[in-house]
Antibody, heavy 118, light 108 residues
Framework: EVQLVQSGAEVKKPGESLKISCKAS????????IGWVRQMPGKGLEWMGIIYPDDSDARYSPSFQGQVTISVDKSISIAYLQWSSLKASDTAMYYC???????????WGHGTLVTVSS | EIVMTQSPATLSVSPGERATLSCRASQSVSDNLAWYQQKPGQAPRLLMYDASTRATGIPARFSASGSGTEFTLTISGLQSEDFAVYYC??????????FGQGTRLEIK
């Protein structure tokens, strides 16, 4: 069974760093792209970026380039999304998702809620 | 960047009726298009990929069509569990991949 299990909710202050995770199981982690999607409160889905675990080839949306870093540890089948300096506007639900046919996303994690507040 | 525009923003339909949702791309995405359903408090669920192929486990009342810049998702015989927000997403000449802003399907 394919599963993407994300790390738990986080409450951080502006300027703090954060790394959230997405643990994959039930498929060959190294042969599917893993993407990250942001959903701000009450808003739609925004594609942030994607990584190919086999070679850590990461691609970013221009809106998120330089704002976040996507990485993987393929030895333990985990993808990461990290910030070096959070802003209040980073408050959102963050989903990881596995690529299916093309770059559609056929399996999703349950989401990690990140709250940034002073 | 390819911009995806969904219409209408909100669609009110009675149970048992048919709903037709539209998605337009700012330039051709060929058939590199997916549709998702999202219910409150849940992650999105893949409904369709490659513009018209149902994902695993998706009921036959869901169908989709289109190519290039114009796409349609049709839900026939609406059931209570179908009332949700629907998103289209292209995956043509990425990055970036982009989603439409969503259509909220509500009970009339």
């Amino acid at each position: 069974e394919v599963q993407l299990v994300q790390s738990g909710a986080e409450v951080k202050k502006p300027g703090e760093s954060l790394k959230i995770s997405c643990k994959a199981s039930g498929f060959t982690f190294t042969t599917y792209w893993i993407g990250w999607v942001r959903q701000m409160p009450g808003k739609g889905l925004e594609w942030m970026g994607i990584i190919y675990p086999d070679d850590s080839d990461a691609r970013y949306s221009p809106s998120f380039q330089g704002q976040v870093t996507i990485s993987v540890d393929k030895s333990i089948s985990i993808a990461y999304l990290q910030w070096s300096s959070l802003k209040a506007s980073d408050t959102a639900m963050y989903y990881c998702a596995k690529s299916g046919r093309g770059l559609s996303f056929d399996y999703w994690g349950h989401g990690t809620l990140v709250t940034v507040s002073s | 960047e390819i911009v995806m525009t969904q219409s209408p923003a909100t669609l009110s339909v009675s149970p048992g009726e048919r709903a037709t949702l539209s998605c337009r791309a700012s330039q051709s995405v060929s058939d590199n298009l997916a549709w998702y359903q999202q219910k409150p408090g849940q992650a999105p669920r893949l409904l369709m990929y490659d513009a018209s192929t149902r994902a695993t486990g998706i009921p036959a009342r869901f169908s989709a069509s289109g190519s290039g810049t114009e796409f349609t998702l049709t839900i026939s015989g609406l059931q209570s569990e179908d009332f949700a927000v629907y998103y289209c997403q292209h995956y043509h000449n990425w990055p970036p991949i982009t989603f439409g802003q969503g259509t909220r399907l509500e009970i009339k």
